[in-house]
């Protein structure tokens, strides 16, 4: 019903840049809190950034300064701005969405795939 489709992840040296994408699609109603979260081999998934309808953020203080989150309502979009990266930025970054596909049903969380991120020399 509804697909998350992240794009934008890659290799990258470290103090690089990198922009990640991600576009919901399907039966939407609306969409409230959007964000990214990361998860490394053997380590719990955890959260990077969240941004709400209202674009109030919130980030993690390991990439608070480094990372900008923005969304794009009239698209369902949001977007990571990722800059001076580090080699502990390395993981698979995953695009979440709390999604009302009708004004009769409540809220539900939805994923994307995932979108391998690779910070090295």
């Known amino acids: 019903q509804v697909q998350l489709v992240e794009s934008g992840g890659g290799l990258v040296q470290p103090g690089g840049s990198l922009r990640l994408s991600c576009a919901a699609s399907g039966s939407i109603f609306s969409i409230r809190t959007m964000g990214w979260y990361r998860q490394v081999p053997g380590k719990q998934r955890e959260l990077v950034a969240t941004i709400t309808k209202l674009r109030n953020t919130n980030y993690a203080d390991a990439v608070k300064g480094r990372f900008t989150i923005s969304r794009d309502n009239a698209k369902n979009t949001v977007y990571l701005q990722m800059n001076s990266l580090k080699p502990e930025d390395t993981a698979v970054y995953y695009c979440?969405?709390?999604?009302?596909?009708?004004?009769?049903?409540?809220?539900?969380?939805?994923w994307g795939q995932g979108t391998q991120v690779t910070v090295s020399s």
């Open positions: 979440n969405a709390d999604v009302r596909i009708t004004i009769a049903t409540t809220w539900s969380d939805y």
